[in-house]
């Protein structure tokens, strides 16, 4: 006859088993969407797991609780919806390649300034700015913070779930640039999200609308464009890294980050 503490421990097993089957399914799902770069991503979430496996189960048979979330940081977001517009191709070409171009990200968190380089990524800053232009970001949450391994803020999906796109994609470019030597983005780059799973070449030139912001040097192959630079907002980025991110979602995958960033108004402007 099974006893009660023994009971305990088969309940507590059981249940740590559960947790890492889905754990297991959001880390392949994971893999399917559009992310900054999927083996990155790939070991933050395995060392959320080994953090878990080791202290998972502490006293004998009780099953430790999870600390409290922290608190917001930020805001209240502006009245609005997120975008649901979509394109069947990329924009015209419109960007004077020559020109100087800055991007003003208002959010519910502090104000982020971007300097853009149509001259190396004509496309991309041709898109953003198009994007800006159509009210596509306003509203919409930056959905992955990722701090371990790779420290940057993903934002760009209005929908906020890591797949969602404006519906044309867009060649990969500046991928050379200098700036990324050593196999590092460093701090304060700007650089599109795409899909490319490091094996086959026909996931390249799949960036859409999401980017990310690099608040730490990150050592990241050079598959992502980098079209731009922070000039203004690190404190931001800091304030919402300092914040700590989300579990995994197990629907998404995502690791969102516990500040609820919401990108009121996003501004293209030439000078």
């Known amino acids: 006859m099974v006893s009660k503490d023994q ?9 740590f088993e559960r947790q890492q089957q889905r754990r297991s399914v959001a880390r392949r799902k994971t893999r399917r969407r559009n992310v900054i770069v999927a083996s990155a991503v790939a070991v933050a979430l395995a060392a959320g797991v080994a953090a878990y496996a080791s202290a998972g189960l502490t006293g004998g048979d009780e099953v430790a609780s999870a600390p409290p979330a922290p608190k917001n940081p930020c805001a209240a977001p502006a009245k609005g919806t997120p975008s649901k517009k979509t394109w069947k191709k990329e924009p015209a070409m419109s960007v004077d390649t020559s020109a100087s171009y800055a991007a003003k990200l208002s959010t519910t968190c502090g104000t982020i300034e971007l300097k853009l380089d149509p001259g190396k990524a004509p496309h991309t800053v041709n898109s953003f700015a198009f994007l800006a232009g159509q009210g596509y970001f306003d509203h919409s949450r930056c959905h992955r913070l990722v701090d371990a391994g790779i420290h940057v803020l993903q934002c760009g999906d209005p929908t906020a779930t890591g797949s969602g796109n404006p519906g044309y994609t867009l060649p990969d470019e500046n991928l050379k640039d200098p700036r990324l030597k050593g196999g590092v983005y460093p701090a304060g780059t700007v650089a599109m999200a795409n899909s490319y799973d490091g094996k086959d070449e026909k996931t390249r030139n799949s960036g859409g609308s999401q980017f990310f912001l690099v608040f730490q040097d990150s050592r990241l192959p050079p598959n992502y464009t980098p079209f731009g630079t922070i000039t203004g907002g690190m404190d931001v ?5 300092d914040a700590g991110a989300t579990s995994p979602d197990p629907q998404t995958g995502n ?3 516990h500040a609820h960033v919401v990108i009121d108004k996003a501004a293209v402007t030439k000078s």
């Open 255 to 257: 690791t969102a980050p």
């Open 237 to 241: 980025l800091r304030k919402i890294a």
């Open 7 to 15: 009971r305990r421990r088969q309940l507590a097993r059981e249940k």
